[in-house]
């Protein structure tokens, strides 16, 4: 069975720090650009941040750039969201997801690119 786990939500005051991460098992996701949504309550699903399946490009949402950081480690199948100078603005649901296209060097930002998605975990910030 082919899955991804997000772990590493919580509830942080504004301003703190959280690091997310997404495990991949059942099957490598290591050529897989790979991606973090997030949905806030009553709002659609938007695109967080992106890698290319190397690591070397990463794509922003512009409401988390220069407080977000994406990275992955393919050694581990695992791929990190480190979010900082967190705003009430941010809690939502976040998800993980592996994009369909294998070798992409660029995360796309649709969400129909994307096969495999976890099952997120829920990220709570306080004023």
């Known amino acids: 069975q082919v899955n991804l786990v997000e772990s590493g939500g919580g509830l942080v005051q504004a301003g703190g720090s959280l690091r997310l991460s997404c495990a991949g098992s059942?099957?490598?996701?290591?050529?897989?650009?790979m991606s973090w949504f997030r949905q806030a309550l009553g709002k659609e699903r938007e695109f967080v941040a992106g890698?290319?399946?190397?690591?070397?490009?990463?794509t922003y949402a512009d409401s988390v750039k220069g407080r977000f950081t994406i990275s992955r480690d393919n050694t581990k199948n695992t791929v990190y969201l480190q979010m900082n100078s967190l705003k009430p603005e941010d809690t939502a649901i976040y998800f993980c997801?592996?994009?369909?296209?294998?070798?992409?060097?660029?995360?796309?930002?649709?969400?129909?690119?994307?096969?495999?998605w976890g099952q997120g975990t829920q990220v709570t910030v306080s004023s």
């Open positions: 997801a592996a994009q369909r296209s294998a070798w992409s060097p660029t995360a796309y930002v649709q969400e129909r690119e994307y096969d495999y």
């Open positions: 059942g099957r490598t996701f290591t050529t897989n650009a």
């Open positions: 890698i290319g399946w190397s690591g070397g490009r990463t």
